[in-house]
Structures are given as structure tokens and as C-alpha cells.
């Protein structure tokens, strides 16, 4: 076995407050675009299955009973109980949260809280200029609010991320900051035609904030896949971006969906300021994560790579999340030591880079 004491998911969200029922959770689970199959339910995933197999012991039932027991057995609980035994089954013990989604979900104080963990924020920064947006009546203290709003949250938070940038690999990735001009000239467009709470997709403005958020010096995570059904992105339109950043004194954190991770984790190999994380591609393939793990093993160095869950809305995202990779760990590193490949002392090492020291070195945790 390979030890892994210490887990820093860098890369989640929190947890909804309020009950479930199947089918509710179920769209939660599955992360899908529509139904389940006829006669299925979207626990028949490599997600589900896993949640069936770590998750109930924690809630004091057996592994792989049928998702309706468990869910009877959540809601006895209650979902603050039945949360906070699965936060704290997890092992992890520090949450990187990622704030600003619209969802009724728990931030960095009640994840601390639950989990018995410490927890940092992530500054999402399109609701951040959303938020901003408002509040501000005209272009010229629209920009200086948005301006002081991030060196603002630079003073607390540990990193920004950023997600609509690279929807479409288009204007919003440039290899420089848009111009004071054009600048204005789109806030204005998105200020003269926006409501109240409407998301922010302006190319040139999510350029400029991009841009502000490296000029803080604080960690920039950047979503290189799959997120969401129907949103399709990809490393490769990131080249021009990541060059024109290095040598700046701000780190890149790629977060790619599966599919994407061998061009993330080759990103991170070619650049020392880009790294790649490793939770959306091992939390969602289950029983396949050792092989998805080993790949980005074979083209990123071990001190580019982090850990985290990626998970949303359920604490037993978190707990899959954490199991998944431990087990894909111990599978991996422990195979190149019994064919001697590696030395259990290396193998030690490379699992504390991954799964907390280099988080630690990035994010400047304590």
C-alpha cells in the first residue's frame, strides 16, 4: 500500500443544503444531457457504481445496495448528518472551493465546518464581473470596480478560475491583454444589453479579465474539457496564452475533462508555470481511473500534477473522488514497485507530490 495521509482537493465546489429525492440526485450523479436509458437509472455509471461501493459504509449500510435504500438511508440522516459523514469519510483535509456558482451550495467555512478540513476560496471570475456588473452604473466605475474587485479577492483568495475563456479557443485566449479601447467599447456593449444576472460570454472582456487576474501573481486555473453537457473546449487553443505567460510569476492549473488530460498533462510537461490536474478524468471513469492516472503519469512530471475530485452539489462526489484516486495510486505506484521498477521510498514521494505537496507549493498553502 502506498501511504497517502494528506489529500488537498485543489479543484471543487461545494455541496447543496437541501434534500434530494431520486431523481434530482440522479442529475446531480450522472452530469448528462438527458434521461437515463429506459428501464436504467444514471447510478448505471462508472459514477454510480462507485458511489454505491464507497459511500454506504459511511452512511452505515453495506457496499452496492441498491441506490434506493441509500438514498431512504440519506435522508434519515438528514442531508447536514448524512454530509458531513461522508465529507469527513473522505479523507481529505483541505478543500481548494470554488466559489460563484448560482446553486444553493456551502463555502469554504461550512466545508471546513462538515469535513472537519480546512478550506481556501477559489474566485470564479465571470460571477465575480457579473457581481460587479450590478452594482455599477457606467462604464468607467463598472472597470475600476471590476479592477479593485479582483486585486480585492487576490488578498484572501487562493487562485481565480476561469471557464467561458475556452468555450471556443476564440478572442478571450489571445496572446496579449485586449487593448483600453476595446475595453471599454465591449463593457459598454455588455453593460447596454445585459440583465440582471445574465452570465458574461464577451470574448474581449473575459480576455481582459484573464489578464488582470495574472497581473495579481495568484494561481489561474483554466477549464481544459468537458464540464458541463453540450460545452465542448480543448488544451490546444491555450498554447498562445500559456506561452505569452510565462515568466510572469503566475501559475496555470489546466483542469481538463476526460479526453483531454494527455494534452493537458503535455502542456504542463513543455511549461514550468502550467500544471494539470488530475480529478475530472480519474473521478469519472471508475473502475478504469489506474489506467486514466498512469497516462498522465507517462507525460507530466510527477511535480506538475495535482489532485482534487472536481466535485459538485454531492459530498459523495468528494468521497469517490478521494477513494478513486487513492485506489488508482495504490494500483499504479504500487505495480512499479513489486516488478521493481520503482523503490517504495520514490513511490512514497511521488504520492505526497500528488496528492497535497505540490498544491501546497502552488497555492501557497500553509
Known sequence: MIDTPSLVDQYCHGVLRTELGLGTFEARLGHSAGPAAPGTTLFDTQT??????????????????????????RRELGVLEAGRRLLRGSGITTYLVSSGLPDDLTGPEEMAAAG??????????????????????????????????VHGAATHAVAFAATAPL??????????????????????????????????????LLGHLLWTAVATGRALQ?????????????????????????????????????????HAARLAAAHPHVYADSGAAVARTGARAAAVLAEILELAPFGKILFSTGAQSLPELHVVGAH???????????????????????????????????????????
Open 324 to 366: 478513486l484516486f487513492r485506489e488508482a495510486l495504490n494500483r499504479v505506484l504500487g505495480t512499479w514497485v513489486a516488478e521493481g521498477a520503482w523503490s517504495a521510498t520514490d513511490a512514497r514521494r511521488v504520492a505526497h507530490l500528488l496528492a497535497a505537496d505540490n498544491a501546497h507549493r502552488v497555492y501557497g498553502l500553509r
Open 167 to 204: 468555450a471556443d479557443g476564440g478572442p478571450a485566449l489571445a496572446p496579449e491583454p485586449p487593448g483600453p479601447g476595446a475595453v471599454r467599447a465591449a463593457a459598454a456593449r455588455w453593460l447596454a444589453g445585459r440583465r440582471v444576472g445574465e452570465a458574461l460570454t464577451d470574448p474581449v
Open 222 to 262: 483554466l477549464h481544459a474539457g468537458p464540464e458541463e453537457p453540450g460545452v465542448r473546449t480543448d488544451p490546444a487553443p491555450l498554447t498562445g496564452f500559456v506561452r505569452a505567460t510565462a515568466g510572469l510569476g503566475t501559475d496555470l492549473v489546466l483542469l481538463p475533462g476526460h479526453f483531454h488530460h494527455r
Open 48 to 73: 454510480g457504481f462507485a458511489v454505491r461501493r464507497w459511500c454506504p459504509p459511511l452512511l452505515g449500510l453495506e457496499p452496492h445496495c441498491p441506490p434506493a435504500r441509500y438514498l431512504a438511508r
Open 116 to 149: 472537519d478540513a480546512e478550506a481556501r476560496e477559489v474566485v470564479r471570475l465571470e460571477p465575480l464581473a457579473e457581481q460587479v456588473a450590478d452594482t455599477s452604473g457606467t462604464v468607467t466605475s463598472f472597470l475600476a470596480n471590476l479592477a479593485e474587485s
